[in-house]
């Protein structure tokens, strides 16, 4: 079993930026990790969850375009964390941030929430 949890949701004003962190624990070694693809998806009121953004084993990264030169994901396989950096933020990326966990079987986190208003 694996366990997700986000942080680093919040309020922010447009332009603004946030970072969020997933950190994975349980029955879990970093080298299992390291082999996962992590991702970041989001779900906003009254529609389905979506892609943001992935990262695979080997740091290959794939973003949704409405993210694109704005959003990066990283992660640290030492500290079996990955990272979610939101910059030029917009009200439409108002959303519950979800953190998933994929290697043979899958795995998600609570979510976090990101509103941005003025």
């Known amino acids: 079993q694996v366990q997700l949890v986000e942080s680093g949701g919040g309020l922010v004003q447009p332009g603004g930026s946030l970072r969020l962190s997933c950190a994975a624990s349980?029955?879990?070694?970093?080298?299992?990790?390291?082999?996962?693809?992590m991702g970041w998806y989001r779900q906003a009121p009254g529609k389905q969850r979506e892609l943001v953004a992935i990262?695979?084993?080997?740091?290959?990264?794939n973003y949704a375009d409405f993210v694109k030169g704005r959003f990066t994901i990283s992660r640290d396989n030492a500290q079996n964390t990955v990272q979610l950096q939101m910059n030029s933020l917009k009200p439409e990326d108002t959303a519950v941030y979800y953190c998933?966990?994929?290697?043979?079987?899958?795995?998600w986190g609570q979510g976090t929430q990101v509103t941005v208003s003025a």
């Open positions: 998933n966990y994929r290697l043979k079987v899958e795995y």
């Open positions: 349980g029955i879990i070694s970093r080298m299992t990790f390291s082999r996962a693809i």
């Open positions: 990262i695979t084993s080997d740091g290959n990264t």
